[in-house]
């Protein structure tokens, strides 16, 4: 399958991702978006994966970009093709197709967590009902488009994850992560403010003890979503025909 990546930062990248798509023969092309590169023709894809950023999904002003993007994201999955978002992705699917996204009224989510997650979905077979995750975000989905399922949750966030019909989901959580993430996101400075106001002055050396900590299962759980992920792909793919982008 070909795979299309929106990237907002190059820190935010596919990550453990790319272990399964290299065993499952996956080609991909990465989009910088931020960098200005323009998106690609849609047809020639066959997922569409939209990862996380430092900008939030109304920065249109700021970030006139985002307007391409969550028009190609609509068209994408208003044909029924599928997607996959993580953290910005996430806020972007609910955005595009009619929810909303806003700061949190509590405090940001910075570090290991869990959420609790609907394992009735295929996306989450063989996933445990309470999963180890990576969260660093201070915004989030505050409204569902019409018809979606909230598929994740957790106490400090209600939208931890949901799907649009059978081919399209968003995670709020990150679950890419490899060994040395948290220590290339602490090096934006959006990212390093966020974290500093949870957790304190100097606090990334902690929270990377926090991810060795827990590194083994957070991967083996993401590698168990992607692959869930990939075979939800094949069958719609192979099932479903997909509308003209």
Same mark, same amino acid.
């Given at each position: 399958m070909r795979i299309l990546v929106f990237q907002h930062v190059a820190s935010e990248h596919?990550?453990?991702?790319?272990?399964?798509?290299?065993?499952?023969? $996956? !080609?991909?092309?990465?989009?910088? @978006?931020?960098?200005?590169?323009?998106?690609?023709?849609?047809?020639?894809?066959?997922?569409?994966?939209?990862? +996380?950023?430092?900008?939030?999904? =109304?920065?249109?002003?700021?970030?006139?970009?985002?307007?391409?993007?969550? #028009?190609a994201i609509r068209a994408w999955v208003g044909a029924g093709r599928p997607y996959l978002g993580m953290c910005? +992705?996430?806020?972007? @699917? &609910?955005?595009?197709?009619?929810?909303?996204?806003?700061?949190?009224?509590?405090?940001?989510e910075v570090g290991m967590s869990k959420v609790r997650l609907?394992?009735?979905?295929?996306i989450f077979k063989n996933v445990p009902e309470l999963c180890t995750c990576f969260q660093w975000h201070g915004a989030e989905v505050s409204r569902l488009p019409a018809g979606a399922?909230?598929?994740?949750?957790? &106490?400090? $966030?209600?939208?931890?994850?949901?799907?649009?019909?059978?081919?399209?989901?968003?995670?709020q959580f990150h679950m890419e992560l !490899?060994? !040395? !993430?948290?220590?290339? =996101?602490?090096?934006?400075?959006?990212?390093? #403010? #966020? @974290?500093?106001?949870?957790? +304190?002055?100097?606090?990334?050396?902690?929270?990377?003890?926090e991810v060795d900590a827990g590194i083994g299962e957070l991967k083996s759980n993401a590698h168990r979503i992607f692959a869930n992920f990939l075979d939800i792909a094949e069958d719609v793919l192979a099932n479903e025909p997909m509308g003209s982008q």
């Open positions: 596919p990550g453990s991702f790319r272990d399964i798509m290299a065993i499952r023969g $996956c !080609t991909m092309q990465q989009v910088e @978006l931020d960098a200005g590169e323009p998106i690609p023709r849609l047809d020639d894809f066959d997922i569409l994966l939209v990862m +996380g950023g430092p900008m939030d999904v =109304w920065e249109e002003d700021k970030f006139p970009w985002l307007r391409d993007e969550k #028009a910005l +992705g996430n806020q972007l @699917l &609910a955005e595009a197709m009619g929810g909303k996204a806003r700061l949190m009224t509590g405090p940001s609907d394992v009735s979905d295929p399922r909230l598929l994740a949750s957790s &106490a400090g $966030c209600a939208v931890q994850g949901f799907a649009i019909g059978r081919h399209a989901y968003g995670l !490899t060994e !040395t !993430t948290a220590a290339e =996101w602490g090096a934006l400075p959006e990212y390093a #403010a #966020a @974290l500093e106001r949870v957790k +304190g002055p100097g606090a990334l050396p902690a929270l990377q003890q």
